[in-house]
């Protein structure tokens, strides 16, 4: 691995670490998510055939190990215990800090593929092209998501009743 590969791994780590905040909103789970995802991008790195930006093969990494970890507590569900989102955020000292937890409760209550294309393209800034690839889904399929992700969000900070999720059909 050559140093310039080195230092577009480590520059990745901020935006690795604000997205895994979002996917997890638990500091410690979103850490051990990063500590994950640079433990794999780093044993992997051979694999990474340089087609297209690092930050967005990092991200593919972490949404992976994101969906085992799901996968996994599934199996286990008392280690599940108590990762409810609450209804209602606890009462901040301060307004912005309120604010910040009212959107990541929102965040949260967001259906899984919906949150992660949401943080991806508008906090991370990753294309549609990016996002699509990282997530191993169609550019259709991410502007869908994107597109219902930002009505639900919105619908929810004004209060408005939101319709129910949509059952997968196998």
């Given at each position: 691995?050559?140093?310039?590969?080195?230092?577009?791994?480590?520059?990745?780590i901020p935006?690795?670490?604000r997205y895994a905040?979002?996917?997890?909103?638990?500091?410690?789970?979103?850490?051990?998510?990063?500590?994950?995802?640079?433990?794999?991008?780093?044993s992997r790195f051979s694999m990474w055939q340089k087609r297209g930006e690092i930050r967005a093969w990092m991200f593919?990494?972490?949404h992976n190990a994101f969906v085992d970890r799901l996968r996994s507590r599934r199996s286990r569900p008392e280690?599940?215990?108590g990762d409810a989102v609450p209804e209602f955020p606890e009462r901040a000292t301060q307004a912005d800090r309120l604010e910040v937890r009212d959107l990541d409760r929102l965040l949260q209550r967001l259906p899984r593929e919906q949150r992660e294309v949401l943080l991806m393209v508008g906090v991370e800034?990753?294309?549609?092209?990016?996002?699509?690839?990282?997530?191993?889904?169609?550019?259709?399929?991410?502007m869908s998501r994107l597109s219902r992700a930002r009505e639900r969000l919105h619908a929810e900070m004004e209060g408005r009743e939101v319709p129910g999720r949509m059952q997968r059909v196998k």
């Amino acid at each position: 691995m050559l140093a310039q590969d080195e230092a577009d791994i480590v520059a990745c780590i901020p935006s690795l670490r604000r997205y895994a905040r979002g996917l997890t909103a638990d500091r410690d789970r979103a850490d051990d998510l990063v500590q994950d995802t640079l433990e794999r991008a780093w044993s992997r790195f051979s694999m990474w055939q340089k087609r297209g930006e690092i930050r967005a093969w990092m991200f593919g990494i972490m949404h992976n190990a994101f969906v085992d970890r799901l996968r996994s507590r599934r199996s286990r569900p008392e280690d599940s215990a108590g990762d409810a989102v609450p209804e209602f955020p606890e009462r901040a000292t301060q307004a912005d800090r309120l604010e910040v937890r009212d959107l990541d409760r929102l965040l949260q209550r967001l259906p899984r593929e919906q949150r992660e294309v949401l943080l991806m393209v508008g906090v991370e800034e990753l294309s549609y092209q990016e996002v699509a690839g990282a997530l191993g889904v169609p550019v259709g399929t991410v502007m869908s998501r994107l597109s219902r992700a930002r009505e639900r969000l919105h619908a929810e900070m004004e209060g408005r009743e939101v319709p129910g999720r949509m059952q997968r059909v196998k």
